[in-house]
């Protein structure tokens, strides 16, 4: 499973970012996908999740922020970030774990796969 992430860059406070995630090298059906986001002290927060039937969780810090969707068609993920914060400032992981089931958001950092990441700095 390959997992390619893009979007990221430095953004004023207030400001918007789409990060995607393409992925690729997989064949099942049942597979969940998210982002979690690694901070300058090296914690990880997960930040939203797609389970493997559709069901969207958020972590608190980001609900009404950020929006995640998903391009089965194209096989990417999208991460549609709205006013942001300086305490967004992270390096943003797309995650995928198959096969699966139901996952919270929390879960993401520990799903099986995940990209290279893409840095997010607010400012």
């Known amino acids: 499973v390959q997992l390619v992430e893009s979007g990221g860059g430095t953004v004023q406070a207030g400001g918007s970012l789409r990060l995607s995630c393409a992925a690729s090298g997989y064949t099942y059906s049942s597979y969940c996908m998210g982002w979690f986001r690694q901070f300058p002290g090296k914690e990880r927060e997960g930040v939203a999740v797609?389970?493997?039937?559709?069901?969207?969780s958020y972590a608190d810090s980001v609900k009404g922020r950020f929006t995640v969707s998903q391009d089965k068609a194209k096989n990417t993920l999208y991460l549609q970030m709205n006013d942001l914060k300086p305490e967004d400032t992270a390096t943003y992981f797309c995650a995928a774990e198959l096969p699966c089931g139901s996952r919270q958001s929390e879960q993401v950092p520990f799903f099986d796969y995940r990209g290279q990441g893409t840095q997010v700095t607010v400012s």
């Open positions: 797609i389970d493997a039937d559709g069901r969207i």
